[in-house]
């Protein structure tokens, strides 16, 4: 006996539209970090969702004796926050944004440092040797993009494309 089985599946469809789903859902998960990122910078929170350590005393005079009019960590100017750039293409997106502090400690504020030197600025001494900087996470990592907070966006994100695929794998009736 012979039976009849109809399909409502169309995978040509899904092949045909395949690539376009994924560049898409790469390109909306970059600018996701991307936005969580400046958003944390400018709310004064780490990778995780965390309150940054508060400016000390001494930092805060230093920025203002520089000029500098921001009071949050990390956020002097300005000009680190706006620098932050996503570039790339269908195949490859790359998170950019411009170097910020220490030259003897790569990533000095991801980890935190211990400062060297007692600077004078604008005449005035300041007595920072020895001075434990504390780490400041503000740009994602491997880790950071797992966390919780990332991994709920990315759920919401995913739906959009998995209602998207659904789409592209069923025959159009008609």
Excluded at 25 to 45: N, P, V
Excluded at 98 to 115: L, M
Aim: no cysteine.
């Amino acid at each position: 006996m012979l039976s009849k089985v109809k399909t409502t599946l169309d995978f040509r469809k899904l092949i045909a539209n395949f690539n376009r789903h994924v560049n898409n859902a790469m390109e909306d998960y970059a600018k996701m970090i991307e936005d969580d990122t400046i958003q944390g910078l400018e709310t004064g929170r780490d990778v995780r969702g965390r309150k940054f350590v508060d400016l000390s005393s001494s930092a805060k005079k230093t920025r203002q004796l520089r000029g500098e009019k921001g009071t949050k960590p990390l956020n002097a100017s300005g000009a680190m926050k706006n620098s932050i750039s996503l570039s790339g293409n269908e195949s490859k997106y790359k998170l950019k944004a411009q170097s910020y502090g220490n030259n003897r400690v790569k990533n000095a504020h991801q980890q935190g440092y211990v400062t060297k030197n007692n600077p004078v600025i604008k005449g005035e001494q300041f007595f920072f040797a020895g001075k434990r900087i504390p780490a400041r996470p503000w740009w994602h990592n491997q880790d950071t993009v797992g966390s919780k907070r990332i991994e709920n966006q990315f759920k919401e994100l995913s739906q959009i494309y998995f209602k998207s695929f659904n789409k592209s794998l069923t025959k159009s009736l008609g």
